[in-house]
């Protein structure tokens, strides 16, 4: 098979390498390393390429034009005819309107309309076009959840029996974890963590992350028993609408026990998970959950809320709660603190995470192609 993939809207480095842009690139890796198939992938015009790529011979790589806006308006369409084309995967982003083209796309949430408070009015308009656009020419669309496939299923009135779900991954790459050091005093240093135990949160900064009740429900626990002495470190670039948090920790008094570690590389934040008491996810919607897939893998125990897709992640291994409900949350803290069963659970969570990967979800991607 010969499939076009545009991954357009990939960032390969910088501040904008996370989130959505940072899944996508890890599914695109891993169907490119399906070498059975031809790929002609499509690039910014002023990404880097990365040099594995250019070394694969199955593997053809095509920068969209510099006029970016005539690329997405026509450029696009007119692509598979130029590189005979009749399979088109769209990672993140438009699918072309070329017939007889058989076109997918990836769906990996629809928190511009969920959460339209928290984007800016151009960008829920690029979103929202964006969708459409998916709703009416894909020939089907792959989601990252049942949740964000009900979703979109739902507010775009695309058929469900079209929408695939996908089994994501992690959001290191593949093989990430392997002959990782523990976490020493000298990383500790590094990182800005203080000695002793903790609780780890991962997640960029950002209003539908729920920070302020997780701090405000930690605050109100942080001298039980069970928590005395544990810091709460959150590891996470700063994204927007963050004032909030921070007038919350300035309010709590617990400045020494709430450390904002930032954007932490691969190493140490597999590092982290694994020295970590557990970990915890307060957001109130998710399209899937990569920080409770990695805690999983890397053999740290969850506590999260009960939104979206992370049930699919977890199962009944995490500690639940109401994202909305400070109290429960507080429990939930307590609660997890207070297991005695981590080897279960880490032995349990790692067994877990093999249901899920970047190689599986290629192969639903390329068997669906072939299939439909």
């Known amino acids: 098979m010969r499939l076009g993939l545009q991954a357009t809207n990939i960032f390969f480095e910088g501040s904008k390498h996370a989130g959505v842009s940072r899944s996508s690139l890890q599914l ?92 800016t009015e151009e960008d829920r308009i690029i979103h929202e076009r964006m969708y459409q656009n998916s709703a009416k020419h894909a020939s089907f669309v792959f989601s990252n959840s049942q949740s964000t496939a009900q979703q979109f299923s739902s507010h775009f009135g695309y058929p469900a029996d079209r929408i695939i779900p996908l089994p994501f991954g992690i959001g290191q790459p593949k093989g990430a974890g392997d002959n990782v050091a523990p976490l020493s005093e000298s990383d500790r240093s590094e990182l800005g963590l203080p000695s002793g135990k903790y609780i780890l949160s991962v997640s960029t900064l950002e209003p539908r992350k729920n920070f302020p009740r997780l701090l405000r429900a930690f605050s109100s626990v942080a001298d039980h028993p069970s928590l005395v002495g544990v810091t709460l470190a959150v590891a996470g670039g700063k994204g927007w609408k963050t004032s909030e948090i921070f007038e919350e920790i300035a309010q709590s008094g617990l400045s020494d026990r709430i450390v904002f570690l930032g954007y932490v590389e691969d190493e140490n934040l597999i590092k982290l998970y694994r020295a970590a008491e557990f970990a915890v996810t307060a957001s109130l919607e998710e399209g899937f959950g990569i920080p409770v897939l990695e805690a999983l893998t890397y053999g740290c125990p969850v506590c999260s809320s009960n939104a979206g897709a992370l049930r699919e992640v977890g199962g009944d291994l995490p500690i639940y709660f109401d994202p909305t409900d400070e109290s429960q949350i507080s429990a939930a803290l307590i609660g997890a603190a207070e297991r005695k069963d981590r080897d279960h659970l880490i032995q349990a969570g790692i067994e877990r995470s093999k249901l899920f990967g970047w190689d599986k979800s290629a192969d639903v991607v390329l068997s669906t192609f072939q299939s439909r």
């Open 28 to 119: 695109l890796e891993a169907i490119l390393r399906k070498n059975e198939h031809e790929y002609v992938v499509f690039v910014r015009p002023d990404s880097p390429i990365p040099a594995h790529w250019l070394s694969m011979p199955h593997v053809k790589v095509v920068r969209a034009s510099k006029r970016t806006r005539t690329w997405h308006l026509i450029g696009r369409d007119l692509e598979p005819i130029r590189h005979g084309l009749r399979n088109w995967f769209s990672v993140s982003g438009y699918v072309p309107k070329t017939p007889g083209v058989k076109t997918a796309t990836l769906i990996h949430d629809i928190f511009f309309h969920s959460f339209a408070d928290t984007y």
